[in-house]
T-cell receptor, first 114, second 115 residues
């Protein structure tokens, strides 16, 4: 079984400042990792994914994340945020070979202040 | 455009009633999933299906039922046995490729409330 911890329920940041949203996971098998974004009353949209290969992955909207196996982390970063980035962000994990769904963290609400 | 359609967007249920949430996808995906989202709780897996006429319970299946008669459709029934059904319900689908894990694509959700 897997579990995901998103350490911050809310992250306020000023517009054009950098941001990091933290995600740690635990698993007894190799994992695949995902970050999703959710705007109010909508479904989830995939930002980026780590399946294998380079540990630094780039996604949409200028976001990137780094997989760190030794620290079991997959933190999401953006060098300069915009008002439109205000949303809920979810980190999710799936065990290699697993046939079931994703295991999600509880989410981080990113609040962009002008 | 391909995607996942959930309907209705808002649904109200009286105590003791069963209600069915619709989920249709035209992405030709084999796997489909139902999640429940509560404030501050993230998403939790209710049921999933990898093939027609077969489905598996997720972490919180009690009080719910599903069917998978067609590849494109995976309706969820919230039964009267579900004591706290008020939540946002999300349907997802994904490809199943041997040796890889494909990301899940999500619908826009159905918000269920108790009258």
């Amino acid at each position: 079984a897997q579990s995901v911890t998103q350490l911050d329920s809310q992250v306020p940041v000023f517009e054009e400042a950098p941001v990091e949203l933290r995600c740690n996971y635990s698993s007894s098998v190799s994992v695949y990792l995902f970050w999703y974004v959710q705007y109010p009353n909508q479904g989830l949209q995939l930002l980026l994914k780590y399946l294998s290969g380079s540990t630094l992955v780039k996604g949409i909207n200028g976001f990137e994340a780094e997989f760190n196996k030794s620290q079991t982390s997959f933190h999401l970063r953006k060098p300069s945020v915009h008002i439109s980035d205000t949303a809920e962000y979810f980190c999710a994990v799936k065990g290699e070979g697993g046939a079931d769904g994703l295991t999600f963290g509880k989410g981080t609400h990113l609040i962009i202040q002008p | 455009d391909g995607g996942i359609t959930q309907s209705p967007k808002y649904l109200f249920r009286k105590e003791g009633q069963n209600v069915t949430l619709s989920c249709e996808q035209n992405l030709n995906h084999d796997a489909m999933y139902w999640y429940r989202q509560d404030p501050g709780q993230g998403l939790r897996l209710i049921y999933y299906s990898q093939i027609v006429n077969d489905f598996q319970k997720g972490d919180i299946a009690e009080g719910y039922s599903v069917s998978r008669e067609k590849k494109e459709s995976f309706p969820l029934t919230v039964t009267s046995a579900q004591k706290n059904p008020t939540a946002f319900y999300l349907c997802a689908s994904s490809r199943i490729d041997r040796g890889s894990n494909q990301p899940q694509h999500f619908g826009d959700g159905t918000r269920l409330s108790i009258l």
